[in-house]
C-alpha cells in the first residue's frame, strides 16, 4: 500500500511527515527511559498500559518544550 496520504500503516497521520523519523527516535527514546520494550514493527504483545505510558510520556514532553519555547526558556 502505498504512504502517499501522510498516514502510516497504523493508520495514524503525522501533520508533518518530514519529521516521522524523529517522532521515531523520541519515541524509542521514551520507550528506553520507561523501559519498555518497543522494537521496531510490530508490538502488538505490548500492554495498553505500555503503550499508553510511551504515549503519555511524549505528549508531557512535547508540552513542557513547548511552554519553555513560549515563555522564552530554551
Partial sequence: ???TS???SNGSRMEVPQA???MDR???EVASE???NLKNGYN???TSAE???IGGEMVRRMIRKQEQQMSGQN
Fill in 34 to 36: 520507561l523501559g519498555v
Fill in 20 to 22: 516521522k523519523n524523529a
Fill in 51 to 53: 503503550a499508553g505510558s
Fill in 44 to 46: 502488538g504483545d505490548l
Fill in 6 to 8: 501522510g498516514t502510516n
Fill in 26 to 28: 523520541f519515541k524509542m
Fill in 1 to 3: 500500500m502505498s504512504n
